[in-house]
């Protein structure tokens, strides 16, 4: 099947500062690339949804200034976590769909971040 | 909210088969039926998905009820690492949305 990689998989900041997280569709074109948040033993929670060349729809709740999403290329999408707190820390995933809905959406290996 | 519901847990005998139920009772016409699956601290894994008709690969069997408002997942022999949490979601387009999942595990 289509690969999604993520980068880093994981990766420890600092309370204050910002940490960078990519999204690659490795064998084909995204044209829609999810982002996803997941706290242990819960289930994963969707942030925001991405469309090539347009700004990220972000879920009620989710803060944009903070968790800057860039879907800049059919192949890369990056989350930027702002000003990381420590409740910041979770495992954040992403998935990308190559097309039209139907087609299958594959998810990256996700990566856990850690604000200390 | 995911349109779907699930069992919290089920168990089943390694070399058997597993059946995993889902409901979506609210699924529009045009919402596929997704399955995946998550092993403890990795992205979700595609299994299989569908629109109306039964659907095979080499993973599992989709089977999904004529009016569409439930289906099942087949994993024809269950290994013991097919213990997982198991997804179910109804989507189209812009909204791919988790809920809690079946979390099955094959026991010996």
């Known amino acids: 099947g289509a690969v999604v990689s993520q980068h880093p998989s994981r990766v420890i900041c600092k309370s204050g500062t910002s940490v960078k997280i990519e999204c690659r569709s490795l064998d084909f074109q995204a044209t829609t690339m999810f982002w996803y948040r997941q706290f242990p033993k819960q289930s994963l929670m969707l942030m925001a949804t991405s469309n090539e060349g347009s700004k990220a729809t972000y879920e009620q709740g989710v803060e944009k200034d903070k968790f800057l999403i860039n879907h800049a290329s059919l192949t890369l999408s990056t989350l930027t976590v702002t000003s990381a707190h420590p409740e910041d820390s979770s495992f954040y995933i992403c998935?990308?769909?190559?097309?039209?809905?139907?087609?299958?959406?594959?998810f990256g290996e996700g990566s856990w971040l850690t604000v200390v | 909210d995911a349109k779907t519901t699930q069992p919290p847990s089920m168990d089943c005998a390694e070399g058997r088969a597993a059946n995993l139920p889902c409901n979506h009772s609210?699924?529009?016409?045009?919402?596929?039926v997704y399955w995946y699956r998550q092993i403890h601290s990795q992205g979700p894994q595609y299994i299989i998905h569908g629109l109306k008709n039964n659907e095979t690969n080499e993973m599992a069997s989709l089977i999904i009820t004529e009016d569409r408002k439930s289906s099942t997942l087949i994993l024809p022999h269950a290994t013991l690492r097919d213990t997982a949490v198991y997804y179910c979601?109804?989507?189209?387009?812009?909204?791919?949305?988790f809920g809690a999942g079946t979390r099955l595990t094959v026991k010996p």
């Open positions: 979601i109804a989507y189209n387009n812009n909204d791919m949305r």
């Open positions: 609210t699924i529009s016409g045009n919402e596929y």
């Open positions: 998935s990308a769909r190559e097309g039209d809905s139907g087609n299958t959406i594959y």
